[in-house]
């Protein structure tokens, strides 16, 4: 078994906050030494990315990360990590060896929200200092032959559509919160419903045309919108949100939920908790894209299941209820 680092593996997104993470992440690494925090800092931009440098760490015993970034390089730093855990045929490790923390600097910072990490970059280097920790649910993600773990919310269909979009724009070096209002108006209005059939933990819940599903463990997606709002990030299970074919008069009057807080009051939804969730397209027709935590990972049949093993987090609460303060790593 390799040596175990005490150190945090810091992974720094070159690419995020339209390129100024770099610059961003000198100001907390100041903070990081005041406070004492020990470290060791790698960068994407070279021959890896954030996954990869992530799983490489944790070959090299390192088991607490600190992701310098938005929610795609959460999303990439856990996938790492996951795929070390289940991808390495080691069986003396496990998620709950693992902590991630979070420096939130990209555009849409969403899973911060759920988990109380403050984008104030002094009160972020604080929480990581003071080692609170928390638990929280991992999903594994089955699209046909493609595989992802997922931190926060995924999506079929216009959900998926709308990261197309944005993803794009990104590309484009355009950000802000606009690009998620922007892309999902222009989906809703060139919106192309499709059938499908939802199955949680066995039973069908929903069949019939829709427009869009989300499957949430946090609450926040999109750069702000709530599409599972009751998502608690330790129940071990997935909130499950469909969208039906509805009338673009009711998608106006019931838009302004998504910001609220209160969409899961909308009549018209078809709403569900579960541990594994699956989206069958009635054909081929039918087959929409699939988004995870942001990322656009394939089209077509669905399997969504919640790991029976979690992974640790800073976070403000001691548990998704704000139960006493954890301990990362114990048991």
């Keep these: 078994m390799e040596k175990i680092e005490d150190r945090w593996l810091v992974v720094v997104n070159v690419f995020a906050a339209s390129k100024q993470a770099g610059a961003i992440w000198k100001k907390?690494?100041?903070?990081?030494?005041?406070?004492?925090?020990?470290?060791?800092?790698?960068?994407?931009?070279?021959?890896?990315?954030?996954?990869?440098?992530?799983?490489?760490?944790?070959?090299r015993g390192f088991r607490r990360f600190v992701s310098v970034g938005g929610d795609g390089t959460v999303h990439d730093v856990l996938n790492g990590i996951c795929q070390y855990v289940f991808k390495s045929g080691l069986s003396d490790v496990s998620l709950s060896d693992f902590t991630i923390a979070v420096l939130p600097v990209g555009s849409g910072n969403d899973w911060v929200k759920s988990a109380g990490v403050p984008k104030d970059l002094y009160r972020a280097v604080s929480m990581i200092s003071s080692g609170k920790c928390s638990r929280q649910d991992v999903v594994k993600v089955s699209?046909?032959?493609?595989?992802?773990?997922?931190?926060?919310?995924?999506?079929?269909?216009?959900?998926?559509?709308v990261c197309e979009i944005v993803n794009r724009k990104k590309e484009?070096?355009?950000?802000?919160?606009?690009?998620?209002?922007?892309?999902?108006?222009?989906?809703?209005?060139?919106?192309?419903?499709v059938r499908a059939r939802v199955i949680c933990d066995g039973v069908e819940v929903f069949d019939g045309r829709y427009l869009s599903m989300a499957f949430g463990?946090?609450?926040?997606?999109?750069?702000?919108?709530?599409?599972?709002?009751?998502?608690?990030?330790?129940?071990?299970?997935?909130?499950?949100?469909?969208?039906?074919?509805?009338?673009?008069?009711?998608?106006?009057r019931k838009a302004p939920r998504l910001f609220t807080g209160t969409f899961h009051k909308v009549k018209v939804l078809t709403q569900a908790r579960c541990r594994e969730v699956v989206v069958l397209p009635y054909a081929q027709v039918d087959a929409e894209p699939v988004e995870v935590d942001g990322e656009v990972i394939g089209r077509g049949m669905v399997r969504m299941t919640v790991l029976p093993d979690q992974i640790n987090i800073i976070s403000r609460w001691g548990s998704a209820q704000e139960a006493e303060q954890d301990t990362c790593g114990d048991s």
Excluded at 172 to 193: D, E, F
Excluded at 219 to 241: F, H, N
């Design 28 to 59: 907390a690494a100041s903070m990081m030494d005041d406070a004492s925090v020990d470290y060791k800092a790698e960068y994407t931009g070279g021959a890896d990315n954030a996954e990869a440098i992530t799983r490489k760490a944790c070959a």
């Design 143 to 161: 699209v046909q032959d493609n595989e992802s773990y997922m931190m926060n919310i995924g999506g079929v269909g216009l959900d998926a559509r």
């Design 172 to 193: 484009q070096g355009r950000r802000g919160k606009k690009l998620y209002v922007s892309a999902l108006l222009y989906c809703i209005r060139h919106r192309v419903p």
């Design 217 to 252: 463990i946090g609450k926040y997606s999109g750069g702000g919108m709530r599409q599972t709002p009751l998502a608690i990030m330790d129940d071990g299970l997935l909130d499950v949100t469909v969208i039906p074919d509805i009338s673009l008069w009711v998608i106006a």
